[in-house]
Nanobody, 127 residues
Framework: QVQLVESGGGLVQAGGSLRLSCTAS????????MAWFRQAPGKEREFVAA????????SYTDSVRGRFTISRDNDKNLVYLQMNSLKPEDTALYYC????????????????????WGQGTQVTVSS
């Protein structure tokens, strides 16, 4: 079983920055398709960003493009989400997700393709 653990969340002022980290326990992390999702109270889970196994392709939802950057370090089994110019509407519980091969889909924003999820890390942005 693959276990994912997120860290790096916190409380920041609007315009500030945070970097989230996700550690994966699996031994085949280098081939995992990885993503970040978020969920605010009363709202559905929302796709944020995704990255291919070698980091060659990335995908972002429109609301974060240009502000957030997803990256990975396969030697350390880590995926990151650098969040800049944070807005109050970014406030949510952020989840790390993994899809090991054989991949469940070619769509990076399809939540059902991801087989493993972390417990989440809270990000709160004050106005």
């Amino acid at each position: 079983q693959v276990q994912l653990v997120e860290s790096g969340g916190g409380l920041v002022q609007a315009g500030g920055s945070l970097r989230l980290s996700c550690t994966a326990s699996g031994r085949s992390f280098s081939r995992y398709f990885m993503a970040w999702f978020r969920q605010a109270p009363g709202k559905e889970r929302e796709f944020v960003a995704a990255i291919s196994w070698n980091g060659g392709s990335t995908s972002y939802t429109d609301s974060v493009r240009g502000r957030f950057t997803i990256s990975r370090d396969n030697d350390k089994n880590l995926v990151y989400l650098q969040m800049n110019s944070l807005k109050p509407e970014d406030t949510a519980l952020y989840y790390c997700a993994a899809d090991p091969p054989p991949y469940g889909s070619n769509r990076p924003n399809l939540a059902s393709r991801y087989n493993y999820w972390g417990q989440g890390t809270q990000v709160t942005v004050s106005s």
